[in-house]
């Protein structure tokens, strides 16, 4: 297993996609997370294709495709669109999301409605060698480390991400990651205390620190991205300083 050190497009959401592989580049990052609601849109292949090609031309892999494709709300046809942009970027992995709604109050129908949904969006995706990974997120069936596991159980072939769940102490959000650790595709790193201010990474150091110590100790037979997000102030110029940062608490 190798843990490669990457970046959201989202982090950088008001720039175009040139600037952000720019900026990643520049800061001696692996990977990109391309977000389709801004940077790749679904329906534009050409641009995929041309991002993908400058990204090889920098050094600079894609490690996913960021869609916004909801499991149970929208049509499985919609999938094929963004199945379509993530085979033209050349993407390893698409990033989906469990419903809409939170496990304590989603009904029956719902449910199996997500699962349905993932389970067609896995299979299309599979025939494509693409790995399907739920955002792991509130107010969706993986707003908790159960419902995320009861939810993996029943779309097989699918994986997950994980993040700290906001407002989380460091032993809760290490005791859920280590949970998931078996069925993991990538983390989203950010530092977020005592809600959603957005913190630099060394203000959370022993939450990630420890987070990297159980990252590289997994013998998972598929590599892992560590992706910077949410950086503070949604600042450009400080994200070669939490990049380094990353890779120093990555050991990258």
Do not use: K, N
């Not at 950088?12 to 600037?19: D, I, N, S």
């Not at 997120?137 to 700290?164: F, I, R």
């Not at 977020?192 to 990630?208: D, I």
């Amino acid at each position: 297993m190798t843990l490669q050190t990457g970046m959201c497009s989202v982090t950088l959401r008001r720039l175009p996609a040139g600037a952000v592989l720019d900026l990643a580049a520049a800061a001696g990052l692996a990977c990109v997370e391309w977000g389709a609601d801004r940077h790749v849109p679904p329906g534009d292949p050409r641009a995929a294709v041309a991002l993908r090609q400058r990204g090889l031309d920098l050094g600079v892999a894609v490690a996913a495709y960021g869609s916004y494709f909801r499991a149970g709300v929208d049509d499985v046809a919609d999938f094929a669109t963004v199945l379509a942009a993530a085979v033209a970027l050349g993407a390893p992995r698409v990033r989906i999301w469990a419903g809409a709604a939170g496990s304590a109050g989603v009904s029956a129908d719902e449910r199996r409605a997500v699962v349905a949904g993932a389970r067609a969006a896995v299979e299309r995706a599979a025939d494509a060698g693409i790995l399907v990974a739920f955002e792991f997120h509130g107010d969706t069936l993986t707003d908790t480390v159960a419902s995320t596991l009861d939810l993996l159980g029943e779309v097989p072939g699918a994986a997950t991400y994980w993040q700290p769940p906001v407002g989380a102490p460091d032993a809760e959000a290490l005791a859920g990651l280590a949970a998931v650790l078996d069925h993991l595709a990538a983390v989203h790193v950010f530092s977020w205390w005592p809600r959603t201010e957005r913190l630099p990474l060394t203000a959370r150091e022993r939450l990630w620190r420890e987070t990297f110590t159980l990252l590289r100790g997994c013998e998972l037979d598929r590599d892992l991205d560590a992706l910077l997000e949410f950086v503070p102030g949604d600042d450009p110029a400080v994200v070669a300083t939490e990049a380094a940062t990353l890779r120093d608490l990555a050991g990258a």
